[in-house]
T-cell receptor, first 115, second 114 residues
Framework: EAGVTQSPTHLIKTRGQQATLRCSPI?????VYWYQQALGLGLQFLLW???????NRGNFPPRFSGRQFPNYSSELNVNALELEDSALYLC??????????????FGEGSWLTVV | AQSVTQPDIHITVSEGASLELRCNYS??????LFWYVQSPGQGLQLLLK??????LVQGIKGFEAEFKRSQSSFNLRKPSVHWSDAAEYFC????????????FGSGTRLSIRP
């Protein structure tokens, strides 16, 4: 069974540009989560989608946005990139978290470098 | 407010020695708890999880963790570490209510001394 897959693996952008990161959840999983892992800052919760709807959002500015598609895949968009957006972006998936208690499984991450 | 504290930023132990990584949580309701491991440049792998029942949980790679409600702790242990255990370890907490997100601790980096 395929795990959570993310693309691209690495992405280099310049300040002010937009970045789009993609995530395919494990088959059967309807919840998708995005986390930012910047150097020295641990895992910061960004967004949680379930059944196509945004369920929760972390303390990030509106230029961080995303969506979930009917096939439950998801994309994260970061507009007006800033240098401090450079980080590893991790996607995770689980069975519907609205029932609570489900384990989340992570992908390998997408490295975003802003220069 | 929900929070997870991993008080040790970096721990070094000798290969073959025992290991205990600390995790304390603050949660207003019955939590469920996880430990994940992250090798350099990679995603997070689930080591073990506690939802209910037996407070001593066995995981992969010889790890175990004990849930102590009275101490709000969920410490990770391994009786004898291997060089391949060098990695970053994250404790996480979630809740049983809908729309509760999983909160991660800041991580503990484990180094192994040959």
């Amino acid at each position: 069974e395929a795990g959570v897959t993310q693309s691209p693996t690495h992405l280099i952008k310049t300040r002010g540009q937009q970045a789009t990161l993609r995530c395919s959840p494990i088959s059967g999983h309807t919840s998708v989560y995005w986390y930012q892992q910047a150097l020295g800052l641990g895992l910061q919760f960004l967004l949680w989608y379930d059944e196509g709807e945004e369920r929760n959002r972390g303390n990030f500015p509106p230029r961080f946005s995303g969506r979930q598609f009917p096939n439950y895949s998801s994309e994260l968009n970061v507009n007006a990139l800033e240098l401090e957006d450079s980080a590893l972006y991790l996607c995770a998936s689980s069975l519907s978290q609205t029932t609570a208690g489900n384990t989340i499984y992570f992908g390998e991450g997408s490295w975003l470098t802003v220069v | 407010a929900q929070s997870v504290t991993q008080p040790d930023i970096h721990i070094t132990v000798s290969e073959g020695a025992s290991l205990e990584l600390r995790c304390n949580y603050s949660y207003g309701a019955t939590p469920y708890l996880f430990w994940y491991v992250q090798s350099p440049g990679q995603g997070l792998q689930l080591l073990l999880k506690y939802f209910s029942g037996d407070t001593l949980v066995q995981g992969i790679k010889g790890f175990e963790a004990e849930f102590k409600r009275s101490q709000s702790s969920f410490n990770l242990r391994k009786p004898s570490v291997h060089w391949s255990d060098a990695a970053e370890y994250f404790c996480a907490v979630g809740g049983y209510s809908s729309a509760s997100k999983i909160i991660f601790g800041s991580g503990t980096r484990l180094s192994i001394r040959p």
